[in-house]
């Protein structure tokens, strides 16, 4: 077939479908054109939207817990791979907007996640209520050495979250990140999240049993009259293990993609 003739085929197939279409624009009842508009501008203005709300959500992941639990040292493995030793205490908060050190090598497009380092003096309700109105996920972590002479005011630190509104009203996932498991004396996850559940029971019980007047607590805290266990909690919650020294934070890295998705 030569060109000439092609292209005169592909005219009259075109002219074909125009009329074809003309015809059917003068058939159909102006109304039934005007709703096929109306659905297009809809959708159009939905995918828009979709894409804002989108853009919009959270990135931001808070890195909490007790002074010496390993915070800043797991903040920089997940930005630089490495434990940047010997880094001088800082009263203001560490964050940053990155992709993680383990995400550098991968190809494409990687959303960035937004990590806070929370000072563990801001474990005063006030100050963390700063951070949490923005948080898609809160990171807990406990020194899993020195895990039994701080387990008390571990446990106060945590009630404080868990029953925050921020927390509790937008379901925020929470991960107990029991860190230092390099050391063979550490505690396991299991011994830990047990501790940890009966200081929250009593914390629990002498909380609920102060006057009205002087509950500080937004929320009530898992099953009234059940012994309190993490899986009370209407919110995600997991518990895992890390090594801020040796750059063993996978289980981190894990909590982190899993809400801020690449
Ligand atoms: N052995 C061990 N020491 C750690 C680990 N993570 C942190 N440390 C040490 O614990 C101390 C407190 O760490 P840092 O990151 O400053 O804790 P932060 O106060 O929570 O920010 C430092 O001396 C760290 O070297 C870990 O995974 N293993
Ligand atoms: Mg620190």
Same mark, same amino acid.
């Given at each position: @077939?030569?060109?000439?003739? @092609?292209?005169?085929?592909?005219?009259? =197939?075109?002219?074909?479908?125009?009329?074809?279409?003309?015809?059917?624009? =003068?058939?159909?009842? =102006?109304?039934?054109?005007?709703?096929?508009?109306?659905?297009?501008?809809?959708?159009?203005?939905?995918?828009?939207?979709?894409?804002?709300?989108?853009?919009?959500?959270?990135?931001?992941?808070?890195?909490?817990?007790?002074?010496?639990?390993?915070?800043?040292?797991?903040?920089?493995?997940?930005?630089?791979?490495?434990?940047?030793?010997?880094?001088?205490?800082? @009263?203001? #908060?560490?964050?940053?907007?990155?992709?993680?050190?383990?995400? @550098?090598?991968?190809?494409?497009?990687?959303?960035?996640?937004?990590?806070?380092?929370? #000072?563990?003096?801001? &474990?005063?309700?006030?100050?963390?209520?700063?951070?949490?109105?923005?948080?898609?996920?809160?990171?807990?972590?406990?020194?899993?050495?020195?895990?039994?002479?701080?387990? &008390?005011?571990?446990?106060?630190?945590?009630?404080?979250?868990?029953?925050?509104?921020?927390?509790?009203?937008?379901?925020?996932?929470?991960?107990?990140?029991?860190?230092?498991?390099?050391?063979?004396?550490?505690?396991?996850?299991?011994?830990?999240?047990?501790?940890?559940?009966?200081?929250?029971?009593?914390? &629990?019980?002498? &909380?609920?049993?102060?006057?009205?007047?002087?509950?500080?607590?937004?929320?009530?805290?898992?099953?009234?009259?059940?012994?309190?266990?993490?899986?009370?909690?209407?919110?995600?919650?997991?518990?895992?293990?890390?090594?801020?020294?040796?750059?063993?934070?996978? =289980?981190?890295?894990?909590?982190?993609?899993?809400?801020?998705? #690449?």
């Amino acid at each position: @077939m030569n060109f000439e003739k @092609m292209e005169k085929e592909v005219k009259i =197939q075109v002219q074909k479908w125009v009329g074809e279409a003309q015809e059917l624009i =003068q058939k159909t009842p =102006q109304t039934q054109i005007y709703a096929a508009f109306a659905v297009v501008i809809f959708t159009v203005l939905l995918l828009i939207f979709i894409k804002l709300f989108k853009r919009a959500s959270s990135n931001t992941i808070l890195l909490t817990g007790l002074s010496g639990s390993g915070k800043t040292i797991l903040f920089h493995q997940l930005r630089d791979g490495s434990s940047h030793l010997g880094t001088v205490t800082s @009263m203001e #908060p560490n964050e940053g907007t990155f992709v993680l050190h383990a995400e @550098m090598n991968k190809k494409g497009k990687i959303k960035p996640v937004h990590i806070i380092d929370v #000072p563990g003096h801001y &474990r005063l309700r006030t100050k963390l209520d700063e951070f949490l109105p923005q948080a898609a996920g809160v990171v807990f972590v406990i020194d899993a050495v020195e895990f039994l002479p701080n387990c &008390r005011a571990a446990s106060e630190y945590l009630y404080e979250i868990l029953t925050g509104a921020n927390v509790v009203k937008k379901k925020i996932p929470l991960l107990i990140l029991c860190n230092k498991v390099d050391k063979v004396t550490a505690h396991t996850k299991e011994f830990i999240r047990k501790q940890l559940e009966k200081e929250i029971d009593k914390l &629990r019980a002498s &909380r609920t049993a102060v006057s009205e007047a002087d509950v500080t607590n937004e929320f009530t805290l898992g099953t009234p009259g059940a012994a309190f266990t993490f899986s009370q909690c209407h919110n995600k919650l997991v518990i895992g293990e890390s090594s801020g020294l040796t750059g063993e934070i996978d =289980q981190l890295e894990d909590f982190v993609r899993n809400i801020v998705k #690449p």
